[in-house]
């Protein structure tokens, strides 16, 4: 879970509760892995090196771009490689799973952002060790429910490793868009209305997950992306979520059910544009990703690594 399937997935809000999204997690953003072994390594490669799960769409005559993101990064994740670079260059509209600029954030802060107080007592037990080192983190967040303190704490650990969601792929392409007009496949305030709803004991896991997760198991999530690596990416998620069917079913599978149907709506809608679409890489392997649902559609999907995508 966290703070991949969870920190991939989701956007904080700001301020305390800053634009966060994944968990890819699930994301998407939906994390991690030192039961794979997979050990930062500082990974000295340029940018264009890297290999994020891409693909092709082709749906009625039409050519769109899916790129799997992560929702926090650094400077020197750019540029991306050169054929995602040229296929954003050439698309008229950019679609991200949600526009964070549109977001009433305190509304939502103020309608999804509470929890009772045998819950808030429950999450203080959690966080009461790691409060010590963080007094002033853990005094703004003790009011809010526990997966958004989860949230907080995850950027703040990114951030002390030198991530910032300010450099995540979907902040840093909706910033240098130009003209382009954005889209988007769900909404801020429809990702807080389904994570608000899950059960306190999911709540209290991710922020557990949040708090004790190593800082390998954190950047492996990381290291999997840039590697291109979809089968470490899908047992990252899949060992995260453990048993909570609640996570994987909420969190991904239903989400890539409604997202693959909003991405061929919106290129019906535009058919003599070329849409890049960018969502949470948790959305784009495992089981019920998002290329296997468009290609159940009848949408013809092409994994850009492997074939060409030009």
């Not at 050439?90 to 802060?109: F, G």
């Not at 910033?175 to 909404?187: G, H, M, T, Y």
């Amino acid at each position: 879970m966290e703070p991949s399937i969870f920190m991939q997935q989701f956007v904080a809000p700001c301020g305390y509760l800053s634009k966060l999204r994944v968990m890819f997690t699930h994301t998407l953003s939906i994390s991690l892995f030192a039961f794979m072994g997979i050990f930062y390594s500082g990974h000295a490669f340029a940018a264009k090196e890297d290999k994020p799960p891409f693909y092709k769409v082709t749906w009625q005559g039409q050519h769109a771009f899916l790129l799997g993101s992560i929702h926090v990064g650094k400077a020197d994740f750019y540029p991306l490689a050169n054929q995602i670079e040229q296929a954003f260059e050439q698309s008229d509209v950019l679609v991200v799973e949600a526009d964070v600029a549109k977001a009433d954030t305190m509304s939502l802060l103020q309608q999804f952002g509470s929890a009772d107080e045998v819950l808030l007592t429950q999450a203080q037990a959690i966080s009461a060790e790691f409060c010590q080192q963080a007094q002033q983190l853990c005094r703004g967040l003790e009011q809010f429910a526990p997966w958004l303190q989860a949230a907080q704490i995850s950027l703040v650990r990114f951030g002390a490793l030198g991530y910032s969601a300010d450099e995540g792929v979907d902040a840093r392409f909706v910033a240098s868009r130009q003209n382009k007009p954005l889209l988007e496949l769900e909404s801020v305030a429809f990702q807080f209305e389904l994570i608000s709803s899950f059960s306190d004991n999911t709540q209290i896991q991710m922020l557990d997950e949040a708090i004790n997760a190593s800082d390998d198991e954190m950047l492996a999530l990381i290291s999997a992306w840039r590697d291109g690596d979809e089968a470490k990416l899908a047992a990252i998620m899949e060992y995260q979520a453990g048993e909570s069917d609640e996570l994987i079913s909420k969190l991904l599978w239903q989400r890539n059910h409604s997202m693959s149907t909003t991405m061929l709506t919106y290129m019906e809608q535009h058919l003599t544009q070329q849409l890049f679409f960018i969502v949470g890489a948790g959305h784009l392997v495992g089981q019920q990703n998002i290329p296997d649902l468009l290609s159940q559609k009848g949408a013809v999907v092409t994994a850009c690594w492997r074939q060409n995508c030009q």
